[in-house]
Nanobody
Framework: QVQLVESGGGLVQAGDSLKLSCTAS????????MGWFRQAPGKERSSVAT????????FYAESVKGRFTISRDNAGNTVNLQMSSLEPEDTAVYYC???????????????????????WGQGTLVTVSS
């Protein structure tokens, strides 16, 4: 099973940018569809962005379209989330997740199909002050 470690969270002001990174180990990284999810206090975990195994296809939640960019480096076993024009509503714990090819396509992962089969990182906190 793949292991995931997120980094890059922190406290920023509204309008700032921040980049999250997730490093994978343990299995062939390119076998997995990857995604970023977030969970705000008192809310359920929701999808933010997903990327196909080769990186050609990306999908975004409506709330982050045009502000966030997901990318991956299969040689370096990393998936990144570049966040810009951050808003207080983006405050949440952000999780990286890996979905095996049998569980979901990138588009299906955005809909959290078979989410119980995903491997999750420990999360990184992003706080956006107004």
């Amino acid at each position: 099973q793949v292991q995931l470690v997120e980094s890059g969270g922190g406290l920023v002001q509204a309008g700032d940018s921040l980049k999250l990174s997730c490093t994978a180990s343990g299995r062939t990284f390119s076998d997995y569809v990857m995604g970023w999810f977030r969970q705000a206090p008192g809310k359920e975990r929701s999808s933010v962005a997903t990327i196909s195994r080769g990186g050609a296809l990306t999908f975004y939640a409506e709330s982050v379209k045009g502000r966030f960019t997901i990318s991956r480096d299969n040689a370096g076993n990393t998936v990144n989330l570049q966040m810009s024009s951050l808003e207080p509503e983006d405050t949440a714990v952000y999780y990286c997740a890996a979905a095996p090819r049998t569980a979901a396509t990138a588009q299906e992962m955005l809909a959290m199909r078979l989410k119980n089969s995903y491997t999750w990182g420990q999360g990184t906190l992003v706080t956006v002050s107004s």
